[in-house]
T-cell receptor, first 112, second 111 residues
């Protein structure tokens, strides 16, 4: 399909481990977003890329969180030294510009 | 401070009847509103949107109403179908890329 894809779909990490979550946006979409969705909550904005430029990282909860999109397509969200409070679904979305965002299926991260 | 609120965590409706999902917001700068539908283990799927210059937008069985003075919007689904059972999220933004989401309402359509 031509939608947003994310991998892995599920990730279990031991506390203190580093994890990397991947997002493949819809081809041609300039804008890419990462959101964090805790249980029972709506998605919360983490960061925004326009092509390869990270224009807003105001939602990243700590300096353990890092995102990149080096070639303006695929993006990786990295979490260093994971903590239990990092357990959530991480959603990636893409859009042509600043219009409607289309979401991937998410990666469910569980930190033990 | 929750800028977008969905005060009903769940709603049950008989098949064929109308489903009405509500959303309130506090930020008067919001000028674009969206509804997303989410099935278990899937990402949110865009359903319908409305700009603040309108008070109604319709797409098939789905209609969104916006009351700016009350800072309230609602999603009407008529007639409701069992396949509409999902979690519905309201989202808002103020002319930028940053969407603010509500906490969602779980709709169950009973056959």
């Amino acid at each position: 399909g031509a939608g947003v894809s994310q991998s892995p779909r599920y990730k279990v990490a031991k506390r203190g481990q580093d994890v990397a979550l991947r997002c493949d946006p819809i081809s041609g979409h300039v804008s890419l977003f990462w959101y964090q969705q805790a249980l029972g909550q709506g998605p919360e904005f983490l960061t925004y890329f326009q092509n390869e430029a990270q224009l807003d990282k105001s939602g990243l909860p700590s300096d353990r969180f890092f995102a990149e999109r080096p070639e303006g397509s695929v993006s990786t969200l990295k979490i260093q030294r994971t903590q239990q409070e990092d357990s959530a679904v991480y959603l990636c979305a893409s859009s042509l510009s600043e219009d409607t965002q289309y979401f991937g299926p998410g990666t469910r991260l569980t930190v033990l | 401070d929750q800028q977008v609120k969905q005060n009903s965590p769940s709603l049950s409706v008989q098949e064929g009847r109308i489903s009405i999902l509500n959303c309130d917001y506090t930020n008067s700068m919001f000028d674009y509103f969206l509804w997303y539908k989410k099935y278990p283990a899937e990402g949110p799927t865009f359903l319908i949107s409305i700009s603040s210059i309108k008070d109604k937008n319709e797409d098939g069985r789905f209609t969104v109403f916006l009351n700016k003075s009350a800072k309230h919007l609602s999603l009407h689904i008529v007639p409701s179908q069992p396949g509409d059972s999902a979690v519905y999220f309201c989202a808002a933004n103020s002319g930028t890329y940053k969407y603010i989401f509500g906490t969602g309402t779980r709709l169950k359509v009973l056959a």
